[in-house]
């Protein structure tokens, strides 16, 4: 089902941020939690040093009225660079491949691409990009390709 959240980047406190956010909202997050320690090794990537693997790479936790909030440590050793403005990003989760394309095609457009259409190792077709307003946008559409 097509869904709407706001993910959030921290620099090295989302897990703190997020048990914060836990005692406030109450429930309990709706994934298991992912760590940059849990990534399949990449051809051509540096190996992630040791003080990041436990760093989260994903987190949900539902609050009100069905949004989610999800969030991740952006670690520098990743090239990640996190300051106000690019710590927080709208997320869509369109239904289809082809609805994620044409919302990722209209908003990036006269914006700036940061990260491709491409398919992913968990199992979605992610990308990223930034309106002409400076607005962020994630797509992370978990359908097949037909």
Known sequence: MARV???????RQTE???NFYKSVFGGDFSCE??????????????????EDKSLIMHIELPILGGHVLMGTDAPESMGFKVNAGNNVYINLEPDTREETKRLFDALSAEGA????????FWGAYYGSC???FGI???F???AQAS
């Open 5 to 11: 959240s706001t993910y959030l980047n921290f620099t």
């Open 16 to 18: 703190e941020a997020f």
């Open 33 to 50: 939690i992912a760590r940059f320690g849990d990534i399949p090794a990449q051809e051509g990537m540096p190996p992630l040093p040791e």
């Open 113 to 120: 691409i940061e990260m491709e259409l491409q398919d992913m």
């Open 130 to 132: 930034k309106d002409k």
């Open 136 to 138: 962020q946008w994630m």
């Open 140 to 142: 992370n559409c978990r």
